[in-house]
């Protein structure tokens, strides 16, 4: 297996057919996935009324203001809710089981991702932190691990 150089000198491993569904980056989403690329979590914050926001969109859904910015966040959380997938969904999803969750930001907002851990260790409320797999590398995914 060979290495890549990412744009910002760190090694990255070099994946030339992930297999799995990738994100389709929109114009709102973007910024998002061009932090996760950077392994950093930003979120979009209002400034009317200083709530975070997930997932990426246009507006506030608390106060339907657009004045949106990107954050950054912590990356810590705790595990909101989770289930274990012990079927393959589709041929690509070949590694089982794997757990599927909704974690809680400390900054308010959930996410829905994925626990790296097994499953036994899987526990809601256990306190997480974020970690970031180069699927390939043009993009990188943001899951999460105990902390």
């Given at each position: ?9 760190r ?7 992930y297999?799995?569904p ?33 997932y990426?969109?246009p ?24 289930t ?15 757990v ?15 626990i ?16 970031f ?15």
């Open positions: 297996m060979s290495e890549s150089r990412r744009s910002d000198d090694p990255a491993a070099f994946i030339s057919e297999g799995k990738l994100p389709h980056p929109s114009p709102i989403s973007r910024p998002f996935w061009e932090a996760a690329r950077r392994h950093e979590l930003t979120l979009q914050r209002c400034a009317a009324c200083g709530k975070f926001i997930y990426p969109r507006r506030c859904p608390h106060c339907f203001s657009d004045r949106l910015e990107w954050k950054p966040v912590s990356g810590r959380g705790t595990v909101y809710s989770y274990v997938a012990r079927y393959s969904p589709t041929p690509a999803f070949k590694e089982l089981p794997f599927l969750a909704i974690v809680e930001l400390e900054e308010g907002p959930r996410m829905t991702t994925n790296v851990a097994p499953p036994e260790q899987v526990r809601i409320g256990m306190p997480v932190t974020v970690a797999e180069d699927a390939t590398p043009e993009c990188t995914l943001v899951k999460f691990k105990p902390a």
